[in-house]
């Protein structure tokens, strides 16, 4: 079997074991080592999810909650520069003058834009659905 399984495998082996069956037994029928099988029971005994985590196992930088934020402020052209940065207005963490947020919000707002430059190799790059110029 392949290293990483899929989900619908994942639903198997957990309906398999709701109806009782061991964890052996699971593994022949599957043919999959019993490990695999006890992982994708212990996941979803802990977390209540059947599909993968983060294989990097690295915390998101920025909360879905700050996300939405970001995602709500942006303009009609794009830009963020309607972003009021008036105290209040925006969550505390992220008022902080970090550059990785920074670089997060500029990155989420790239995300909207139609033309896919690498951010690398261009210092300034045009937005192909309003025409705003982009650091």
């Given at each position: 079997?392949?290293?990483?399984?899929?989900?619908e495998?994942?639903?198997?082996?957990?309906?398999?074991?709701?109806?009782?069956?061991?964890?052996?037994?699971?593994?022949?029928?599957?043919?999959?080592?019993?490990?695999?099988?006890?992982?994708?029971?212990k996941?979803?005994?802990t977390d209540?999810?059947?599909?993968?985590k983060?294989?990097?196992?690295?915390?998101s930088?920025?909360?879905d909650?700050h996300?939405?934020?970001?995602?709500?402020?942006?303009?009609?052209?794009?830009?963020?520069?309607?972003?009021?940065?008036?105290?209040?207005?925006?969550?505390?963490?992220?008022?902080?003058?970090d550059?990785?947020?920074?670089?997060?919000?500029?990155?989420?707002?790239?995300?909207?834009h139609?033309?896919?430059?690498?951010?690398?190799?261009?210092s300034?790059?045009v937005?192909?659905?309003?025409?705003?110029?982009?650091?």
């Open positions: 079997m392949s290293k990483q399984v899929s989900d495998i994942r639903k198997i082996i957990i309906k398999m074991t709701n109806t009782g069956q061991r964890a052996q037994q699971i593994s022949e029928a599957l043919v999959c080592s019993r490990h695999e099988v006890h992982r994708v029971v996941a979803f005994n209540g999810t059947i599909s993968r983060n294989s990097a196992c690295k915390p930088k920025l909360s909650e996300i939405d934020f970001i995602m709500n402020q942006i303009d009609v052209d794009c830009s963020l520069g309607s972003i009021s940065f008036r105290r209040g207005a925006i969550p505390q963490k992220i008022l902080r003058s550059t990785r947020k920074q670089s997060i919000s500029y990155g989420i707002s790239l995300a909207t139609t033309s896919f430059l690498s951010t690398r190799r261009a300034m790059s937005c192909g659905a309003c025409m705003v110029g982009l650091r």
